[in-house]
């Protein structure tokens, strides 16, 4: 079926140093697209989100890519900083099918070296 | 503002026994909400959509008549985990629909252990 999952499971970097988080999708019908930050024993929390008629869209530190050609998706943190490590999950939804929950990839962990 | 409130934030019951969580929209009204489901490492799995006044949707796989859903005002929708036993032991979580119908508010999430 469809589903939205994520190249890598782990991402380990520097404090300081970028950070790129993927994700890839599978239904072509999806138009929106949200990143979400999750800590242990907390809820998702929002960070940002695109619609499919824009391929970039920038926040506080952070980027998201939309690649529709591919089905691809990307969360660019700038200047990692230890309090970003964290699970990152991209999540989408198509919002003319009717259906209004959203489909969650698997996930990326973030860990922050100091 | 869009802030959702769980409770409890986590729980240990005994096997059979049930549960119930409650999901709060605590400063705007929400027609919709949802409970997900997230076990260790993994990712949020979909249970069911719930709304305000009439019946939840269940997803393919969720037994409706283990985990009751009601959603009985436009700020509380509730979760019971009947006859509950290990398997169930999980990380449940409720979002809540915004206003603009495509924003998902979080709640903090809710520990459940069965022993």
């Known amino acids: 079926g469809e589903s939205v999952g994520l190249h890598l499971p782990t991402l380990s970097v520097q404090e300081g140093d970028n950070s790129i988080i993927n994700c890839a999708y599978s239904?072509?019908?999806?138009?929106?697209f949200i990143w979400y930050k999750q800590e242990s024993g907390k809820g998702p929390q929002f960070i940002i989100d695109?619609?499919?008629?824009?391929d970039k869209r920038q926040g506080q530190r952070v980027t998201v890519l939309l690649n529709k050609t591919v089905k691809h998706l990307s969360l660019q943190i700038a200047a990692t900083q230890p309090g970003d490590s964290a699970v990152y999950f991209c999540?989408?939804?198509?919002?003319?099918?009717?259906?209004?929950?959203?489909?969650f990839g698997s996930g990326t962990r973030l860990q922050v070296q100091p | 503002g869009a802030v959702v409130s769980q409770h409890p934030s986590w729980v240990i019951c005994k096997s059979g026994t049930s549960v119930k969580i409650e999901c709060r929209s605590l400063?705007?009204?929400?027609?919709?909400m949802f409970w997900y489901r997230q076990f260790p490492k993994q990712s949020l799995m979909l249970m069911a959509t719930?709304?305000?006044?009439?019946?939840?949707?269940?997803e393919q796989g969720v037994e409706k008549d283990k985990f009751l859903i009601n959603h009985a005002s436009l700020t509380l929708s509730t979760l019971t985990v009947t006859s509950a036993h290990p398997e169930d032991s999980s990380f449940y979580i409720c979002?809540?629909?915004?206003?603009?119908?495509?924003?998902?508010?979080f709640g903090p999430g809710t520990r459940l252990t069965v022993t």
């Open positions: 979002s809540a629909e915004g206003a603009r119908g495509y924003e998902q508010y």
């Open positions: 239904n072509s019908a999806s138009d929106y």
């Open positions: 695109i619609r499919s008629n824009m």
């Open positions: 999540a989408e939804n198509t919002q003319g099918s009717g259906r209004r929950a959203l489909t």
């Open positions: 400063d705007f009204q929400a027609t919709t």
């Open positions: 719930s709304n305000e006044g009439s019946k939840a949707t269940y």
